[in-house]
């Protein structure tokens, strides 16, 4: 029995409005797809890919999960990684992390949520990591700095992938990105640290 009409109804009204401005949107987007950017954010229903930027069909390709995390084993993310970089050859990854992020949040308390705490020791891991930056802070700015470092922690596992250090040492123009959204009023904060070579990674992040 086919269900949740009205998503279909709204549907239809998206595919004609898209035609309407451009009758050769969905012929010419069948055929190929040649986005730049790689967005990895959070699954969170209020941080959607490209919406945000203001993006159509086509211009992204998106990886989310829970507080937009990137582990080493993760092979969904990593395959999302390497086929965004060998064989779309996009030019800028995106990690973006957000303020007000349930799973960050949850990675903070003490209590079980469930099998999504195995998930989520990541991002505990994370505060563990910058444990002398957030101690003393109010529970507010602990979160929103823990939802920063988070963003950096995974900026740096991409450029960690053997994908993105063969790309780069094979001269592909690639740049990682690291940005936090503030659910509260629409903005991209960019947590200025584009990273386009092994040299810079190095450079910023003299811990590695
Ligand atoms: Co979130």
């Known amino acids: 029995m086919k269900t949740l009409n009205h998503l279909f109804v709204k549907n239809i009204a998206w595919a004609?409005?898209?035609?309407r401005n451009n009758p050769e949107f969905f012929s010419s987007l069948a055929k190929q797809?040649?986005?730049?950017?790689?967005?990895?954010?959070?699954?969170?229903?209020?941080?959607?890919?490209n919406q945000i930027i203001d993006l159509p069909p086509g211009e992204v390709f998106v990886h989310r999960n829970i507080a937009n995390v990137v582990t080493h084993t993760d092979l969904n993310c990593l395959s999302v990684i390497q086929f965004a970089v060998d064989v779309l050859k996009?030019?800028?990854?995106?990690?973006c992390g957000?303020?007000?992020?349930?799973?960050?949040?949850?990675?903070?308390?003490?209590?079980?949520?469930?099998l999504v705490d195995n998930w989520l020791r990541h991002v505990k891991d994370v505060a563990r990591f910058n444990a002398?930056?957030?101690?003393?802070?109010?529970?507010?700015?602990?979160h929103d700095r823990l939802c920063e470092f988070n963003v950096q922690e995974q900026v740096v596992n991409v450029c960690n992938t053997n994908i993105i250090k063969h790309a780069w040492d094979n001269g592909a123009d690639l740049t990682i990105h690291g940005w936090i959204y503030n659910i509260e009023n629409g903005i991209l904060k960019d947590l200025d640290m584009c990273i386009n070579s092994t040299?810079?990674?190095?450079?910023?992040?003299?811990?590695i």
């Open 199 to 207: 040299a810079e990674l190095k450079e910023k992040f003299t811990w």
């Open 132 to 142: 002398k930056n957030l101690d003393g802070l109010s529970a507010d700015d602990k």
């Open 90 to 95: 996009i030019k800028h990854i995106i990690v």
């Open 98 to 114: 957000h303020y007000g992020c349930s799973g960050v949040r949850a990675a903070m308390e003490d209590h079980e949520h469930g």
């Open 16 to 19: 004609n409005e898209m035609k």
């Open 33 to 49: 797809q040649f986005p730049e950017y790689l967005w990895i954010g959070c699954s969170d229903s209020r941080v959607p890919a």
